[in-house]
């Protein structure tokens, strides 16, 4: 057979330009339109010569399918084994949620199937269904890179809208909230109720000790998530020697975090600061017991548990402690949420946020961009702003020879200030207290 051509062509009942080719298997002439509009420039002729091109090209590497034939299932395998192989495991069990919900609510046959018409109404399923916008919102990311992928591949002439979710009239950006040091403190005091409950009130003496034992690991672990920002799977993950896992690496002048490509968000093998308070309470533990997991959790039975019996437990602690971090309406009735795991990491960057500047806060919250950073940690917290413009007022009206706030002014901003030589503002709280706690400033009037 004769080498693959495919050419540019016009008709004048047609609004877009068209490619002719001949069928490698069967011989016969083909057209098909290109996507772009005949308007009679230079542009738009070379965007279609530019198409024809590459059709040209997938034609002759015997890669080129007839998008109105593609399944769903035929997508979806491709999908799972050219790209999903390759991101970390928590990213591939996401996008496999996406992919089983799109069939549980859409049934899609073939991969056309999925226009803007129906993924707007797969989005109005996933609300009723009480997800969050924020939930929603992650997973029409994935959803939408994979239809990108699916367009470069040929497969798709264009990728379908996909509406990005508008937050709701009184939508938060969290699912839970920051919190505080008393509400932390409270949960620790509920560690051993929560505990007891999980191995029942008929212990042994030898039931007694694994119990108390199991009480100072839980401790351990809340204090750990706490001082840390570590996400539950990565907690769960950092070993204190395994290069295959999130390992501490205590060999350089800090302490830091090594974080492997499969167990990372961002897909990157990388070396992290680890936080101070964290690294403190690390270097507590003695020698000879830092080998296996860092955090030494065990079920009833003595085995390792899974991430979901860990965030169940905690949510328990959180519930038996009273701390409300959300309330939402759902089917018609109030649904309550007590802190969980993931409120302790948001606790730590709240915490870290007037600290550090926003590209330092991202690498230590492990941001794969600092747009989340920006939209979820810095600015978010009005109160602590208006202490560090008080702070700010007050040093410069000491510093013209103006009088000294009044007491109405000291109790609005409890903050003190310094000076500070470097030019920089400084925020220091003086340990792990939240941001709803006094705080001091340091800053010059640069």
């Known amino acids: 057979m004769d080498e693959i051509k495919v050419s540019v062509v016009e008709f004048s009942d047609r609004k877009c330009y068209q490619m002719q080719y001949r069928c490698p298997l069967t011989g016969k002439k083909k057209t098909k339109a290109t996507e772009v509009e005949r308007d009679g ?12 091109g590459d059709l040209e090209k997938q034609l002759r590497a015997g890669v080129y399918q007839d998008v109105s034939k593609i399944t769903w299932p035929d997508f979806r395998a491709r999908y799972e084994n050219e790209v999903l192989t390759s991101l970390a495991e928590n990213t591939d069990a996401k996008v496999q949620g996406v992919f089983n919900s799109i069939e549980s609510i859409l049934s899609p046959a073939r991969l056309r199937d999925l226009t803007a018409d ?13 997800l969050a916008e924020s939930t929603i919102a992650s997973m029409l990311a994935h959803l939408r890179a994979a239809m990108s992928w699916a367009v470069k591949m040929g497969m798709l002439p264009k990728a379908p809208t996909i509406e990005r979710p508008k937050r709701a009239k009184g939508g938060k950006l969290m699912k839970g909230r920051p919190i505080t040091t008393e509400e932390f403190e409270r949960m620790l005091a509920k560690v ?12 042994e003496d030898d039931d007694i000790a694994a119990r108390d034992q199991m009480i100072a690991d839980w401790t351990f672990y809340l204090k750990g998530l706490w001082a840390s920002g570590l996400r539950l799977s990565e907690s769960l993950a950092l070993d204190w020697q395994r290069p295959d896992r999130l390992r501490v690496d205590m060999d350089g002048k800090r302490p830091m975090l090594q974080i492997p490509a499969a167990l990372e968000k961002g897909n990157q093998d990388r070396l992290l600061a680890m936080a101070p308070e964290f690294a403190e309470m690390l270097l507590e533990v003695p020698v000879e017991d830092r080998r296996g997991p860092v955090f030494q959790l065990r079920t009833r039975r003595g085995q390792r548990p899974s991430e979901w019996w860990v965030s169940r437990v905690v949510a328990k602690i959180g519930e038996k402690a009273g701390v409300k971090v959300d309330e939402r309406t759902k089917g018609g009735k109030l649904v309550v949420k007590f802190a969980s795991a993931h409120d302790l990491r948001r606790s730590f960057g709240s915490r870290w946020a007037p600290r550090v500047m926003p590209q330092v806060l991202m690498e230590l919250m492990r941001h794969e961009s600092i747009e989340t950073t920006l939209r979820f940690y810095v600015g978010q917290d009005a109160q602590r702003t208006a202490d560090v413009l008080w702070a700010a007022h007050e040093k410069a009206s000491n510093k013209s020879g103006n009088t000294a706030p009044n007491q109405a002014q000291t109790q609005q901003a409890p903050s003190a200030v310094s000076g500070n030589s470097d030019g920089a503002c400084e925020v220091d709280r003086g340990g792990i207290e939240p941001p709803t706690h ?3 400033v340091r800053c010059s009037t640069n």
């Open 438 to 440: 006094g705080f001091s």
């Open 118 to 130: 129906r993924l707007s109404h797969y989005q109005a399923k996933l609300r009723e269904n009480g």
């Open 192 to 203: 051993a109720d929560v505990v007891t409950a999980e191995l029942g009130d008929d212990a």
């Open 41 to 52: 420039s230079k542009k738009s002729r070379r965007d279609a010569e530019r198409a024809a």
